[in-house]
């Protein structure tokens, strides 16, 4: 599903307020002018999600230490620690970091960013990554619940 459209730069000038719009329910714009691609316009959760998982492909492949205190993998304290002390990109990226190597739930990730399940994992799908498939164990199929509960 590609949700991408591309548009002239005196498209984008003449209808800036509508463009941003559609860029915020998702939707990519691609701003090409004179037949060349110029700039790509996407949601600031889809950049945000993409920057992670660039992040996290791009870490060396030395074994990773989950972290075991919390029931869920992962707590909000520390989430919210990395967002005030780094900025939203390493909260970001500290999720979906834990989301990937599996020491959290989709639901869980998306709890700890403030996002419904189900909008993470369309983001997820429509720009093409990795997504593992249901619960790998009953603790992550009750944490998936948990967090749907919320």
């Not at 915020?24 to 700039?39: A, D, H, N, P, Y």
Request: no cysteine.
């Amino acid at each position: 599903m590609d949700s991408t459209m591309t548009i002239s730069r005196t498209e984008l000038a003449r209808n800036t307020r509508q463009t941003v719009e559609r860029v915020r329910r998702g939707e990519t714009i691609l701003v090409k002018s004179f037949g060349e691609e110029q700039i790509v316009m996407l949601d600031i959760h889809d950049y945000r999600l993409l920057r992670a998982v660039a992040n996290y492909k791009a870490r060396p492949q030395a074994p990773v230490a989950h972290q075991e205190e919390a029931p869920a993998g992962l707590d909000d304290a520390r989430v919210k620690e990395a967002w005030n002390q780094q900025g939203p990109q390493a909260a970001w990226d500290l999720v979906i970091h834990a989301y990937l190597d599996g020491d959290i739930s989709l639901g869980r990730a998306a709890q700890l960013l403030g996002l419904n399940q189900f909008d993470l994992q369309a983001r997820f799908h429509r720009l093409g990554l990795p997504l593992r498939s249901g619960p790998e164990d009953a603790a992550e199929a009750l944490a998936d619940l948990q967090a749907l509960e919320g």
